[in-house]
Antibody, heavy 120, light 107 residues
């Protein structure tokens, strides 16, 4: 059974940093592109970042480019999102998601999310 | 970035109604479009990928169509369990942008 479990969320002051983690199981992590998607309270989904299976290619939304860094560790089957220079508008529930297949970039499995609150 | 626009933003329909949600892309995305269902307090659930392919385990009352810039999600006979917000997402180009969502209410 595929499982994704995010952690690392919490309350952080504006300008602060936080690292999110996504523990995975039930699939061959090293062969799948992964993504982070967020949802501000009461708002819609926003794609944040993606990383290729090898980790050599990374992609970001303009809203987080230069502040967030996505990475992965295949040895412990974890996905990470390093978030720096956090702003109030980064407050959201952050989901990690698995790509369906090499040719289909839709996300077929999602975690339950970890909440990040940026506030003084 | 490719902009995705859904309509309507809110939809109220009765059980057994046929429901259609539209998603428009700001430029052609071929058939690289997915539809998700999100119930309150839950993670999104993949319904349709490649514009018209039904994800395994999804009821057959859900269907998708379209290509290029115009896409539709259809629920052939609305059920009470379909109360949710529906999102389209393009994955033709990074960033893989979502539509703003369509909240479906049951009358």
């Amino acid at each position: 059974e595929v499982q994704l479990l995010e952690s690392g969320g919490g309350l952080v002051q504006p300008g602060g940093s936080l690292t999110l983690s996504c523990a995975t199981s039930g699939f061959t992590f090293s062969t799948y592109t992964m993504a982070w998607v967020r949802q501000a309270p009461g708002k819609g989904l926003e794609w944040v970042s993606g990383i290729s299976a090898s980790g050599s290619n990374t992609y970001y939304a303009d809203s987080v480019k230069g502040r967030f860094t996505v990475s992965r560790d295949s040895s412990n089957k974890r996905l990470y999102l390093q978030m720096n220079s956090l702003r109030a508008e980064d407050t959201a529930l952050y989901f990690c998601a698995k790509r369906k297949s090499l040719s289909i970039a839709a996300s077929d499995y999602w975690g339950q999310g970890t909440l990040v609150t940026v506030s003084s | 970035d490719i902009q995705m626009t859904q309509s309507p933003s809110t939809l109220s329909a009765s059980v057994r109604d046929r429901v259609t949600i539209t998603c428009r892309a700001s430029q052609s995305i071929s058939s690289w479009l997915a539809w998700y269902q999100q119930k309150p307090g839950k993670a999104p659930n993949l319904l349709i990928y490649e514009a018209s392919r039904l994800e395994s385990g999804v009821p057959s009352r859900f269907s998708g169509s379209g290509s290029g810039t115009e896409f539709t999600l259809t629920i052939s006979s609305l059920q009470p369990d379909d109360l949710a917000t529906y999102y389209c997402q393009q994955y033709n180009n990074y960033p893989h942008t979502f539509g703003q969502g369509t909240k479906l209410e049951i009358k």
